[in-house]
């Protein structure tokens, strides 16, 4: 049994794997332990697979999967969890923004009995207003709304025991929220200060527009975790409320009716519209999560991945 597996997502980074592979292996090489360095190629256009196709033939210990097109960062990272077997997996990106250098220290915590050890970019060199103020704002909502003490969710250089990931799932965008999936299963998790870089070649494909992934992403999360046994808790919450709204709004109405010479038809477009609305709304929200639970269960019971390698070189 291999000690560490290390799993790193590349996409379009053939200018930094090369580098990235060479203090990797000494870092490694230098806790003494067995280990395996698992490329995945997500669909990358450029020669990121050719580059590490040729590390792969001078060391036996480097492996490269490669997708059949970009699946995103949440299937290239099940697709290395599926296809590595350390008792230890480690994440981190293959732009050079997480140095390995720190990957001993979150093994050295790991060790404390936690089941995950997360990077926590104190010092981030990213840009301010697209990309730090953004990130802030979504750890914080995500510590207050999930109750798990991290600071940085959106960090890939993590560390986590195998008995974890075996029942943790991924889908759509999944990634950045393992630290609260795994926190739900009642697993320790902990966060390490780590040294943060701005990238120094290649070109990101993250942005200001993903904002809106990340929010749908949040309340699809938070749904799993908290009413995935219990819908009707939900779904009878929000019915309630929209109800009490209809209800207050026909009570004033018909106040306005028998008390202030309210005229019915000429508000009845406006009622109708505000109820149609509610009911719009309401449906929208009820179908979105029915549908995102029917996706789930469909990948499970069929035992669907949700990438395809098209290619595998170890």
């Given at each position: 049994?291999?000690?560490?597996?290390?799993?790193?997502?590349?996409?379009?980074?053939?200018?930094?794997?090369?580098?990235?592979?060479?203090?990797?292996?000494?870092?490694?090489?230098?806790?003494?332990?067995?280990?395996?360095?698992?490329?995945?190629?997500?669909?990358?256009?450029?020669?990121?697979?050719?580059?590490?196709?040729s590390i792969c033939v001078v060391?036996?210990?480097?492996?490269?999967?490669?997708?059949?097109?970009?699946?995103?960062?949440?299937?290239?990272?099940?697709?290395?969890?599926?296809?590595?077997?350390?008792?230890i997996v480690a994440?981190?990106?293959?732009?050079?923004?997480?140095?390995?250098?720190?990957?001993?220290?979150?093994?050295e915590k790991l060790k404390e009995g936690y089941g995950m050890v997360s990077g926590w970019r104190r010092k981030r060199k990213d840009n301010f207003l697209f990309r730090r103020l953004p990130s802030l704002i979504a750890n914080k909502i995500i510590r207050?709304?999930?109750?798990?003490?991290?600071?940085?969710?959106?960090?890939?250089?993590?560390?986590?025991k195998r008995e974890v990931l075996n029942d943790l799932e991924l889908f759509g965008e999944l990634h950045r929220f393992i630290p609260v999936l795994i926190s739900w299963q009642g697993v320790k998790v902990a966060e390490v200060a780590i040294e943060s870089a701005s990238r120094k070649s290649g070109k990101s494909s993250y942005g200001i527009s993903r904002?809106?992934?990340?929010?749908?992403?949040?309340?699809?999360?938070?749904?799993?975790?908290?009413y995935i046994t219990r819908p009707l808790y939900f779904f009878g919450a929000v019915g309630m409320m929209f109800?009490?709204?209809?209800?207050?709004?026909?009570?004033?109405?018909?106040i306005g009716y028998y008390f202030f010479d309210l005229q019915i038809n000429e508000n009845l477009g406006n009622l109708i519209f505000s109820l149609m609305m509610i009911m719009l709304g309401f449906?929208?929200?009820?179908?979105?999560?029915?549908?995102?639970?029917?996706?789930?269960?469909?990948?499970h019971t069929g035992k669907?991945?949700?990438y395809r390698i098209e290619k595998e070189y170890s």
């Open positions: 049994m291999i000690e560490i597996s290390v799993v790193i997502p590349v996409y379009n980074e053939q200018d930094n794997v090369t580098t990235l592979y060479s203090l990797l292996s000494e870092t490694l090489v230098k806790q003494g332990v067995s280990y395996e360095i698992v490329f995945v190629d997500d669909g990358s256009n450029d020669n990121t697979f050719k580059q590490i196709k060391d036996q210990k480097v492996k490269v999967i490669k997708l059949s097109r970009n699946f995103g960062q949440s299937a290239a990272l099940a697709a290395g969890f599926d296809n590595s077997c350390g008792k994440t981190l990106d293959g732009d050079l923004q997480h140095h390995p250098k720190d990957i001993p220290c979150l093994l207050f709304m999930f109750n798990v003490n991290l600071h940085d969710f959106g960090t890939t250089l993590r560390v986590c904002t809106l992934r990340v929010i749908l992403d949040l309340v699809t999360v938070k749904f799993l975790c908290s109800f009490s709204i209809g209800f207050l709004v026909a009570g004033l109405v018909a449906q929208l929200i009820a179908i979105g999560l029915s549908m995102e639970i029917s996706a789930r269960i469909y990948h669907r991945k949700i």
